[in-house]
Structure formats: C-alpha cells, structure tokens
C-alpha cells in the first residue's frame, strides 16, 4: 500500500485538551466540543518545505502530508481544490482597495466548497470503515457528501429542510442518497439525525455522525482553502481574509491552516480575518461586538443567502476564537446590499457568484469606507461558490423579440 | 508591453486555402468557409517543448504560445482550464473498458466548456478593440460570453431561443448582458443576428459577429481540452475520445490540437475522435455513416441534450473530416439511454454531469459492445458541462419526514 506520509499523530479538543486516536471513528469530545485533528508539526517542518508541492496535482490532495488520509487508496477524489484566486481591479477600485481578490470555490465538483470538506472527510470515513453516514444540512454539504460518498461506496443519508435550495436537492438524489425533507429547520433536522444516530447505534455499522463539527475532518478539507492562498499568493500571507459565516467550519479551517503553515515556517503570519453574516441572522457578529467567546441563538433569522442562515453554530467559540487571535473582526450586511454586490461583481468582473460570496464584496465596502481595511491593503474574499446554484436570487428582465426584429 | 510570445502568424481557410492576418477583426473566408488560425509550429518546436509548460498555472493559458492572443495585458481569465482527468474505475468495470477517463469540464467558469471559448475569442476580441459583440445561442455560450465580455468591458448582446435553459438566461442577465429571447429555434436567432450586424456595419465601432465558427478564435480555446488530455496523460494520447457533437467546435478544437501536437513532436499519435449525437438529432452520425463529407439538415430535431441540438453545423465538414483522419466513428443514443446514463455516473462515480456528458457514457457501452472499442484501450469522454446547468432533467422522489419521526 503507498502511503500518503501524513503527518497526523491524533485528535485533540481544543476545549478541554484530552486527545483521541485518530485511526478509530470519532465525533465530539466528552466534554461536549469538536474535536480537531493534530499533525506532527515539529516533524514535518525539519522534512519539508514549500518546494514540496511544486510540480504536483492541481487539487487539494497536493498537500496530502497535512491531510488527516493515511494510505493513497483511500483517497476519494473529483479533482477538487487548487481553484483561482483572481485579481479583481475594477471592483478594487470601486471599494478603494488597491490589491483586492477574489478565490473562487465555485470551480470544484457541485460548485460548493463543500466538497473539499466531503473529499476528505469521506475519504478518512473510508479508511476507518464506515458504511453509512448521516447529516443534516442546509443543501450544500448534503449534496457534497452525497456525491463524494456515491464514489467511495458508502451509503449518504440526508436530512434537509424543504426550503432548502432545490438543486442541491437534485444532486443528493441522483447521486443516490437517501434523501428526506423536512418541513423545518436544519435544527429540526438535527434533532433526527441524533435520534437515527442513537436507534443505529448497536448495529454492525453503526451510522457514522456527519453532522458540522460533529465529525472531525470536514474542517481538515476545508482548511485546504488557507494553503492555497498561500502558495498562489508566493506563501506571503495576504492582509485580510474574508469569509462568509454560517457553521464556521470554513474559517475556522482557514485560521488552522495559518496556524500550521505559521509553525512550518510556509508563512509568518496569520492574515486578519473577518467573519461576514446576514443582518438577520448575525449571531457572530453580536458577540464580536460584546467581546464573548460564544454566541447565543438567532431568533427568527432568516437570508437570502440560504448557507449562512445558522441562529447557533456548534463552533461558535472556534470561529471567535479566529477572530480575536487574528485581530480580525466581524461584519453584518442586508440581504439588499448582498443581491446588489452580486449583480455588481457579475457586471464588472464577470465573476458570477453565490450571494454568501458577494456578502464579502458588501462587507469589504463597508470596511473600507470605517477604516477597518486600508487602501494599499491585500484583501481576499473567499467566495464559497458559483451564483448558478441559486437562481432564484436574481430577477432578471429579458427582452423578447419577434422572428423579424432588427437590432 | 508583456508578450505572451504568441507562434499565431495568421489566418488560413481549410477549404479553399486563403490566408488572412491575425491582426484585423475577421469573420467567415470569401468562400463561405470558418477560418483557422495558423501558428510557426516548426520555429515553436525548436524553441520549446513539453516541458515549458510545467510549473505554470493551472488554467489554460499555460499554453499560451499556443494561442492566438499576442499582449499579456490582453488575457481576459476568470481562471479556466486545466479541468480533473478522472479516473473511473466502477464505470468502467461496468462497461468492459480498463481505462476509462472524464475529463470534467464542469470545473470552469459558468460550469461549462463554452468557457474556454469565450476566454479566448473574447480576450483576442479586446485585443483587436470591438467594444460590441453579437451572437446566437442555445444558451451555454451566451452565459459564457457575457461573462468574459463584462469582465474585458466589451458590450454583449445575446439572441437566445425562449426554450433554452433558464440558468443560461440568468447568467446573461446578471453579467448585463443585453439578452433578447425568440420563441423560435437557434437559425431563426441566427437571421436576427445576421441583420444587426448588417445594420451596425457602418458604425463607428461595427458590431462583432460571434456566431459559432463565424468567429476564428473560439475554438482556439476550445482546443486547450486536447493539450490537457496530453498534458495529464503525460504526453501519451490516449486511444479514444469521445466527445458531444452539436457545432462540433469542441471536436474540431480536439483534432486541431493533436494535429499541431503531432508536428511539435508533443505526442507521437492522434487519438481516434467519436462524435456522439442523440437520435433525434444525428445530422453527423447520418453523414458519417453514409460517406460524406458534409451533413445535411436534420428536421424536427429534439433531445434532452440541449446543448447538442444543432440540425446543421457550419463546421460540419470539419467534424467529418476529423473523425475520418483520426479512423474514428459517429454514435448516436437515445435520450432514455442519456437520462439513465447520468443517473448511473452520479451513482457510480460522483459525478452528476450534464446530458451531453452521460451521452458520452452511453456512446461508450454501445461501441464497446459492437467491438468499436476493445477492453484494454485508453478512453477519454469528454464532459462539457455540470449537470447542476439542468435541473429538470431527471425526476426525484425525496421521502417527507414529520418532525418525530424515527429513521
């Protein structure tokens, strides 16, 4: 069997500190927290550098040493990651922000960078035997997990509200999975999750829990983000990072994986980080404002940008956490001023995406106008994926003619 | 002035072997026939070989002496290209082929291949200073164009029939596109574009004729999937590619790489091409089966596969003679073998790709059980889209959970 020469020695809870294995299937720690994965960084540092990765794959398996995969056969892979980051100069201008760019999730399998957190996650599940999984979801990374599963062999079971958006609906049931909605919440949709969980619990293959954060390496996928960034940047850490925030898992990946190159010796700093929410459904940005370390639940939220929409994420404290450390901070915007900033990045970059996305450019204004990013700033708006997914987000107006019009 | 170092040396008719320069905004050839761009292959092959490519970023202007843009200033990317080779192993376990590949062109802008198109005719549009361009669609190359027109700050104007994909229309819109719809069929889309460009000749800045092969460059994008496929393979063509032929530039774009290929001393073989119809709509497959070496047009065509619904193409001649030198051959499937088709890739493989891909996949099974493919040949189908552009092609039965309910 080939290795991938991972460099991971264990889980580890960054609440309360006791460690697991990592080669046996685990969710949350005792204590009630996500678990993370540790690698041995002291190690790698002294085996590899940067050059490493040079000449490799365009996918986010480049830096497979860092992922949490231990043999090369089980990796499930649809050619995911290493997607552009693209210099936007006129919406740059427009904002005052001389080196803005845009890294583009929209390019990777069911356009959502979903499927980095199901790549590898999927593929750990492989590897430590998993037959069925679980989750509840908002439509992304059901979709994801439904399609990466499909390809590794393991049964998906999907719970999603029935708001949720109707493509990702469509993926998950081609690709297979058992698809159940919900006329509900994803809250709702948790509370069966955990009940299938308990009632498969004594089986010969227990449901494995793949829940946000309940499950340890979807982040470990995510976190990819972050390295790449990094290389397409010529491992110089940009300014700011943006990011649109919903579970968190995103930008707490994003903040680990500074972290780790930190420690590396890739990079020598961990760019400010911002967390971006709807104003209605702003529990993050609440409790950046009132400087807590957790958030408390979002009444009656509600978005039109559908991933973001989560009253209380699991790993609120981890996502805060970023931000304090980072000295980052947290910013809410309309769901008008989001459908504008999505019609303007279209229009005068040709970048078309997710209104979880253009929340970022909204936000960045706002930034820029209070101070908070400076001109000759380098800014990147982690766009989580492709505006197609979407289509009821935009009303549009086309002109009809008849067979014998003149133009 | 950065140069991309460009071979392009001109324009040339393949059918009545008149030149034109590369320098001036062209069109059709006096004989009615698409023009071709021609590069210094033989200067090309001395100065460089496979691996200058290597190391550079992964989208498809890596091949950029290759291309016929000349300025660096004048590339217009959103970072397309260099889309995942899959492997896919059950798939093609299933069909008695040992080494069947997708090549997901789902990974781009738009989650189409008309992409690549529009990066580059639009980037050698701006570079050759049309502010204005025109053209019919069936909605894919639309949504592409006005993309990378709104980022090149070109004015777009699209013609579109009413029954194309409504996601296309909304990509057009949101990009600010002037999006015009005709309760009618492409050709009648194509005389309306016709005229405007007749009644806008004498303009100060004439409108820009970007019909499919009216307009030279468009296929030099296209033609990247054909390096790629080299590139990935380490430089060994594969046996077989298949690909989805309505205009057939994607085909004609293929050969015309491997051709050129071929004379840099790149790969030593052209693989055999296969146009893939649907039975409805088999204009090529009628011609290739009779000998000939133009199609005629096919009468109330229709298919599921909108993309590839084309009853007549411009370069139907080129697709023929491509599939005659390389000894390949024309297959059509039904649209319940495409349906089915894509079903099983998602299922099998992860990968919910459009109708004109799973096309692909049924052409395969077909050919590979009337002995047109053998068990041990290198296989490429050639996906052009993400099926996630098509949300009414396959039907879904979700389960509805109450609230307490037990799984």
Not at 118 to 145: C, D, M, R
Not at 335 to 353: M, N, P, T, Y
Request: with cysteine.
């Amino acid at each position: 069997m080939t290795k991938t020469n991972s460099y991971i020695t264990r889980l580890y809870c960054p609440k309360c500190g006791k460690t697991r294995a990592h080669a046996a299937v685990a969710n949350l720690c005792g204590c009630g927290s996500p678990l993370l994965a540790q690698y041995d960084l002291a190690r790698a540092s002294r085996e590899m550098d940067t050059r490493t990765f040079a000449g490799r794959a365009a996918d986010l398996w480049r830096y497979k040493e860092l992922l949490p995969v231990v043999e090369e056969a089980d990796v499930v892979s649809l050619g995911e990651g290493f997607t552009p980051l693209l210099r936007l100069a006129g919406a740059g201008r427009s904002l005052g922000i001389d080196r803005l760019y845009l890294k583009d999730e929209g390019l990777v399998p069911s356009a959502s960078f979903k499927a980095r957190g199901a790549a590898v996650a999927v593929s750990k599940a492989l590897e430590l035997g998993v037959k069925t999984l679980i989750l509840p979801t908002n439509g992304n990374a059901g979709a994801a997990a439904a399609l990466y599963g499909a390809r590794a062999g393991i049964r998906v079971k999907i719970v999603m509200p029935e708001s949720a958006p109707f493509i990702t609906r469509l993926e998950c049931s081609v690709a297979g999975a058992d698809l159940y909605l919900v006329k509900g919440l994803i809250s709702d949709c948790g509370k069966i999750v955990a009940r299938a969980i308990k009632n498969h619990e004594r089986d010969s293959s227990p449901w494995y829990d793949f829940s946000t954060l309940k499950e340890p390496y979807r982040i470990e996928g995510k976190k990819t983000m972050g390295y790449e960034i990094a290389e397409q940047s010529g491992w110089e850490s940009p300014d700011v990072i943006l990011y649109p925030t919903g579970g968190g898992v995103g930008l707490i990946g994003v903040y680990k994986a500074f972290r780790e190159m930190r420690e590396l010796g890739f990079v020598d700093r961990i760019p400010r980080l911002v967390a971006v929410q709807a104003e209605n459904c702003a529990p993050i940005v609440r409790a950046f404002q009132e400087n807590k370390s957790e958030s408390s639940f979002w009444e009656n939220s509600s978005t039109v940008a559908f991933g973001i929409n989560v009253p209380k994420a699991l790993g609120d404290f981890l996502a805060l956490e970023a931000l304090y450390a980072s000295k980052g901070c947290a910013c809410a915007v309309t769901d008008q001023e989001i459908i504008s900033a999505q019609r303007e990045l279209a229009q005068k970059e040709g970048c078309f995406i997710c209104p979880e996305g253009s929340a970022l450019y909204a936000a960045a204004g706002k930034l820029r106008r209070d101070g908070r990013i400076r001109r000759d700033e380098s800014v990147v708006l982690l766009n989580t994926g492709a505006g197609i997914k979407y289509p009821d987000t935009q009303e549009i107006a086309p002109v009809y003619l008849e067979l014998d019009a003149e133009l």
